[in-house]
DNA sequence: GAGGAGCTATAGACCATATCTATGAATAAT
DNA sequence: ATTATTCATAGATATGGTCTATAGCTCCTC
């Protein structure tokens, strides 16, 4: 390289410790290496801007014009460092994740409730929006991670499998008499069902499965959040499709019940998709790693 | 060195362009050296900066935040670079020279002004004073060099000999017997004698001069300037003791004529003073080049 | 003055490392 | 497919940063 600005920062020191020793000492250098690279730079610039004398070095009329501006460099690059360790050491730095308001809600808000304790200075962002508006942010880099209900087929993202999770079919105490039974499909749309709002990725599963055994699955009610869903089939208004794990409460308190089919429902998982050959950033990486 | 700050260059190259391969380019290397050096600062932070594919390359989260750091930091550096530039092309800077009122009017002047149509970036500042005054600001720092008649003796300063300056006697039409005449020094005495004020280095090497030939110089008037000591003698009042070269356009046009002596009046050299160990700025130095 | 304790400058040797060339791998465009 | 980009990697080389040893200078102390 033709000027080394390596030099600036034994400049910067020999400045302002007005010292080459002094300046050697807080670099963990030589004397001579200062004297050296003091000389260079004035070799260079054609200019002197110290004056040497036994005590020390004091900066000339230039020196100090050229220190004027050294100085704020090097504070900047000093910060610069410093910013840099806080990021490393999650002291610093925005996490941001993309995911369904149910999955924040029933499986991700622990995790963040930890990180955020752990790592205070994080900023986080969580986004919500529908698998493929959470690919789009992911894509676009306005995310740093997506999670969302597998499968995920995409050859420029990378999932990792997280936890499993099992849908069903739920109620309350106005159709107690379904408690233990084991109900066939046929059987089950004889009642009134609750479901999802169209677009989302469980309503197509459970769709395609009532598909597959030759009936139509039509809901008699639409909701937009799991909270309906639960509440609604707490207050008898029908039969809802929750994932298992997200009315863990309910069904413990016995406020809702399972109902049992003749056929096995399928599982999901809960995917992390992030970008495929892109660097995470450290508190993505470090949250992923939490997750799992 | 522990940590190489050329690094940061390298890397304000590469976030600035968005290319290895173009900061290449810019830096004069080669891009398997940016590849390189982008790298030994991801591993020195532990932390990605970029992300790489096949159009470029793109800052990650914390190499954006970096380089709102480096960037300013390197303007800065790029910004003192240039003003060193122009110090040192004389298109910037300032030049401070020490001296008495006399010598800047009627020796400095010219160069002055030369100095000055040549480099107006250059800004003056122009201190009189007494000899040991200005001596006084040298050392202080306060000027670059001084301008004074010798001798000088002073361990610590520099002194390079300049014009070499005649102080004579002259006076106006109203002593208009004493043209051509040849005088002793009692005989002049007779004469009403003016002289510059006490402490000047011209008024004390006349009045030792007097002495050594067993003389008492004591003046009828006193003045301050010598732009006083040209009128009051114009004006018929007396006999001015005045610097040659300081009245050659009054001795020119006859409106003062110089008295001959019987002795020999000695010769004072101008001096140019500067620090004696002491680097010079590019202006001084130029300036004295111009005045020798 | 002599001697000591600072400071910086200089000379010469050494080796760390910045940089190069050559090549590979991946992606995008023609 | 083929070509033209991009960045990454490996290995060789030589630049030059850094060291040790020493000298020169100034100031201070005895």
């Known amino acids: 390289m033709n000027n080394n600005y390596e030099l600036y920062k034994v400049f910067y020191w020999a400045a302002k410790t007005g010292s080459l020793t002094k300046a050697a000492n807080n670099l963990y250098l030589t004397q001579p290496s200062v004297s050296h690279a003091i000389k260079q730079l004035e070799e260079r610039f054609g200019i002197a801007l110290f004056y040497r004398n036994s005590k020390g070095v004091t900066l000339t009329q230039e020196g100090a014009m050229l220190y004027s501006y050294i100085e704020q460099s090097q504070i900047l690059i000093t910060l610069a460092e410093e910013k840099m360790a806080a990021l490393k050491n999650l002291d610093s730095g925005e996490l941001r994740i993309g995911g369904s308001d149910s999955l924040f809600k029933h499986y991700l808000l622990p995790y963040l409730e930890d990180f955020h304790h752990n790592h205070p200075g994080i900023r986080l962002h969580l986004n919500h929006g529908t698998t493929p508006e959470i690919i789009t942010f992911l894509k676009e880099g306005r995310i740093d991670l997506g999670v969302v209900r597998m499968p995920i087929h995409d050859s420029q993202l990378q999932v990792r499998e997280s936890i499993k999770l099992q849908d069903c079919f739920v109620t309350g105490a106005r159709y107690a008499e379904l408690k233990g039974a084991i109900l066939s499909l046929d059987k089950l749309l004889q009642y009134p069902v609750i479901l999802f709002s169209r677009n ?34 707490r207050k008898g208004l029908g039969i809802s499709y929750v994932t298992r794990e997200f009315v863990a409460k309910e069904l413990e308190e016995g406020s809702l019940f399972e109902i049992q089919l003749d056929v096995q429902l399928p599982p999901t998982h809960v995917g992390i998709m992030t970008m495929r050959n892109m660097p995470l950033s450290r508190a993505a990486s470090s949250f992923i790693e939490l997750v799992r």
Chains 1, 2 share one sequence.
Not at 207 to 227: A, C, D, H, W
């Open 200 to 233: 989302s990725r469980a309503r197509m599963a459970i769709t395609e499965l009532f598909q597959n055994y030759g009936y139509t699955l039509k809901p008699e009610i639409e909701v937009g959040s799991v909270e309906l869903l639960i509440e609604f089939a």
